[in-house]
């Protein structure tokens, strides 16, 4: 999927795949009946790199890149992360809030031309749950992402065996690649 193409969307689903030695994740747009549409990207991750980067395709062959983040350092509580094109082109990025995150993970968005987004999870006593329970790790969350108390897209994790995110962008403006970036990264990195 083209980007103009896809700044159209305003909701996708992100599933992860279950692999061994990588993490994978489909971006798929939503149908008008509610379902998994077309493929918009798909994400890959290595694990266990000593440096976080992902890499997001046009599709699974993995033979057109899209976009791409990656941290600026290699060990950071607090790491922020380059968000680019294809091309290498910044498109914006995002950092985790370590401090806020101790009880209830909290990320910064940021995109030129735009006021900064910060997004939290919703749910206090879930983010307690998720942390200090292990064996509750796997409890849904949801995460709204607002500038100056409106709302810029939320990011809902689905009940399930797999990983499954529903993502909703409410600010035509925010580029969606970088939605995109910080719905996997909320994956790829949350539990880091």
């Known amino acids: 999927m083209q980007p103009d193409n896809l700044q159209g969307q305003h909701q996708f689903h992100i599933r992860q795949r279950l692999r061994m030695m990588v993490n994978q994740y489909e971006v798929r747009a939503v149908s008008p ?33 899209l976009l791409g983040f990656k941290a600026r350092q290699r060990i950071d509580l607090g790491a922020t992360y380059d968000v680019t094109d294809a091309a290498g082109n910044p498109i914006g990025l995002f950092r985790k809030d370590f401090a806020q995150s101790l009880l209830r993970s909290t990320w910064h968005v940021e995109q030129g031309g735009l006021p900064q987004v910060t997004g939290q999870e919703r749910s206090m006593p879930v983010a307690l749950l998720r942390r200090f ?38 600010d035509p403006q925010i580029d969606r690649r970088l939605v995109i970036a910080m719905a996997v990264a909320l994956d790829a990195l949350q539990a880091r």
């Open 33 to 65: 009946d509610g379902t998994e549409g077309e493929l918009l990207a798909f994400a890959q991750q290595k694990r266990l790199a000593f440096k976080e980067q992902v890499t997001i395709y046009t599709d699974d062959s993995k033979q057109q890149p």
């Open 133 to 170: 329970v292990d064996s509750l790790s796997w409890l849904p969350y949801h995460f709204d992402f607002t500038a100056g108390g409106q709302p810029v897209f939320t990011v809902v994790k689905k009940w399930g065996l797999r990983d499954k995110y529903v993502v909703e962008v409410q």
